[in-house]
């Protein structure tokens, strides 16, 4: 007698279309009946990217289940690769100028070979509703959710879809201390601190860039601040599911903060900012030293692939070393622990200082 082995299918992936209509965007779901619901212009990406998120939250598998939605369909979404391997993320992709979105279940090698898609992390998905009755009584403080250094990386991979693609070094730098400092109605108050150590304190394009993105929009600050202080709106609602607590989140943004002026003492380069920021998210502390796909590197970062190598070049503050496999497209480096990075970078200004 044969045994049958069939086993069920476990579908794990989301499509939503955004249609053009005479009345607006229109959101259509292939998954349930959300069909020809319009939408306004400045909504409707963070509206189809809620909805997919839903479809995930209510559908949710035991990690033993998941499998990679992509090899299920004979790996049609990406360019030949090496093959599936790797643990199953949950990826978000960008068809169609961002007409269509897809949130499925990948490999982490397929993640890696589809282009305009991101890693979305998991703790986006992981938010739950506080009970009535638990808001009259005070809250005991909740265990610290994932690391700083894990916090950004996953947030530098999310901008990475979230954003447009030609969204500059500034405003991606901008966009993730915005992401890591609101509240849970999505604003967000960045002190003049904040902005002049991110070099932004007197250049409105990055904002500006934010808003025609549509993916934020500043208010006045109130009458009562003390002080220079930009107030905003978030308008990408996916964000509002973020798990970590507050402070939890405000600490990864001041690590952030450190890791960008880490090896950039001195420099007004926003994509050297923001690439020894990406280097340090992905970098082992213990032994300083990093590896990952240079093609995610460049989708983090907002740079054209012709453009990151010089940049790399520049950063001898706080590179040790760096090299690149052809084969396989891996950037290796080694960064200088961080105070040896202040150090050289000081060095390095006093002597462009000094007459010779």
Same mark, same amino acid.
């Given at each position: ?11 794990? /992936?989301w499509?939503? !279309? ?14 349930? @009946?959300? %069909? ?5 212009? +400045?909504? +409707?990406?963070?509206a189809?990217? =809620? ?13 033993y ?6 090899? =299920? ?21 960008? =068809? ?9 279940? /990948? ?9 305009? /898609? ?16 638990? /808001?009259s ?13 894990? &916090?950004? %990386? ?14 500059? +070094? ?6 993730? &201390?915005?992401?890591? %400092? ?26 500006? =860039? ?10 006045? +600050?109130?009458?009562?601040s003390t ?5 905003a ?11 970590p607590?507050?402070? @939890? ?19 007004d ?29 460049e989708? !983090? ?6 453009t ?12 040790t ?19 040896d ?16």
């Open positions: 007698m044969r045994l049958c082995t069939t086993r069920p299918t476990t579908r794990h /992936a499509t939503v !279309e955004l249609r053009p209509g005479p009345g607006g965007p229109q959101l259509v779901c292939r998954q349930c @009946d959300h %069909r020809g619901v319009l939408l306004a212009a +400045a909504s +409707a990406r963070s189809a990217l =809620e909805h997919l998120a839903g479809h995930a939250r209510r559908d949710a598998l035991p990690p289940m998941r499998t990679c939605q992509c090899h =299920e369909r004979g790996c049609g979404w990406h360019p030949r690769h090496r093959g599936c391997a790797g643990p199953i993320r949950l990826l978000l992709a960008r =068809e169609r100028g961002g007409r269509l979105w897809r949130l499925a279940d /990948a490999c982490t090698a397929c993640a890696s070979a589809t282009t305009q /898609a991101a890693v979305v992390p998991e703790t986006f998905l992981r938010a739950a509703k506080a009970s009535p009755n638990s /808001a009584r005070r809250r005991k403080r909740r265990p610290r959710g994932p690391g700083d250094q894990i &916090q950004v %990386r996953e947030m530098l991979s999310y901008l990475a879809s979230a954003l447009p693609s030609h969204t500059g +070094a500034a405003a991606r730098l901008l966009a993730v &201390q915005c992401a890591l %400092r609101m509240d849970s109605q999505g604003q967000v108050r960045l002190p003049a601190g904040v902005l002049r150590s991110l070099r932004l304190a007197r250049d409105p394009l990055p904002w500006t =860039e934010l808003e025609q993105a549509r993916w934020l929009h500043r208010t006045p +600050a109130a009458p009562s002080g220079r202080m930009v107030v709106q978030i308008l990408d609602d996916v964000l509002l599911a973020q798990r607590a507050r402070p @939890d989140r405000r600490s990864a943004a001041d690590w952030a903060l450190r890791a960008t002026k880490g090896g950039c003492t001195g420099t380069d926003p994509p050297l900012r923001l690439t020894s920021l990406c280097l340090a998210t992905h970098t082992d502390p213990s032994t300083g030293r990093g590896l990952t796909e240079m093609d995610r590197i989708r !983090e970062c907002g740079l054209a692939p012709s990151l190598l010089p940049v790399l070049d520049r950063l001898a503050t706080s590179l070393s760096w090299s690149v496999t052809l084969a396989s497209g891996d950037l290796h480096w080694e960064l200088l622990p961080m105070g990075q202040r150090q050289r970078a000081a060095g390095r200004s006093d002597a462009a200082a000094s007459p010779d």
